[in-house]
């Protein structure tokens, strides 16, 4: 009974400051940065299209452009819940925090005479399966523990060490990664690990076929020795 007051009391705050700043005609801000992740890194992208719509309405109420630094702020917006939607040609669109449809979308509270920041979205580039595609499979796990690593970042690359395709780690580590027939080598990376490679043979893989078992364990940053520098050249 007590807690049950207590949300009841919680609502009902909250609502009063949602009509209190309404009526006193107070607006806020959002802000956040807008990035294309690649590898390990985040570029920035810039001339991103940020719009925000109201809550129960699809109109787009205000819009702004990334800056150079990839930031983004949209002001005088009155006390309500928005949805954040950024383009950018090349790369489609995505809703805040980073899905394609409305519905997964996370509401965005702005609160009158405060500035929302820190709503961030962040692209991935889209990789194009290869004709006559082979596979290479395998898990990227933690080298201390085992443990599968999720959302690590797996690519092969030619003679050359260029990476020519690339994926993402499944929640238990393991990925597939289709390539057009050759050889490669694969290397994966995650935030908070060293990156690393695979260290058998380079991976060979005809047409239609399936090269499984290349799997590669990350060492955590903190276990390298002091003073040392660690990194992938490409």
């Not at 009155?78 to 997964?104: A, N």
């Not at 780690?169 to 990376?189: H, I, M, N, Q």
């Not at 490679?197 to 990350?218: F, K, M």
Request: aromatic residues 10%; proline residues 6%.
């Amino acid at each position: 009974m007590r807690f049950t007051k207590f949300v009841v009391l919680s609502i009902l705050t909250f609502a009063t400051v949602l009509l209190f700043t309404a009526v006193s005609g107070a607006v806020g801000s959002i802000s956040g940065q807008v990035k294309l992740e690649h590898e390990v890194a985040l570029l920035p992208v810039v001339g991103a299209r940020v719009a925000v719509a109201l809550e129960g309405d699809s109109n787009v109420v205000a819009t702004a452009l990334t800056d150079s630094g990839s930031h983004y702020q949209i002001d005088n917006l009155p006390t309500s819940q928005y949805r954040v939607l950024v383009c950018k040609q090349d790369l489609g669109c995505l809703f805040y925090p980073g899905v394609h449809h409305p519905d997964s979308a996370k509401w965005v509270v702005v609160m009158g005479d405060t500035a929302t920041s820190g709503i961030d979205i962040t692209f991935r580039p889209f990789v194009p399966p290869p004709p006559n595609p082979a596979l290479i499979t395998g898990r990227i796990t933690d080298a201390q523990t085992g443990e599968g690593i999720a959302d690590a970042w797996v690519g092969a690359s030619g003679e050359w060490l260029t990476i020519i395709f690339e994926t993402r780690t499944r929640p238990d580590g393991r990925y597939e990664l289709p390539v057009a027939a050759g050889g490669y080598f694969v290397r994966a990376a995650a935030r908070g690990y060293l990156p690393g490679e695979y260290l058998g043979n380079p991976v060979r893989d005809e047409a239609y076929d399936t090269a499984s078992n290349v799997d590669i364990a990350l060492r955590t940053a903190n276990s390298l020795p002091f003073g040392a520098i660690h990194g992938l050249i490409y």
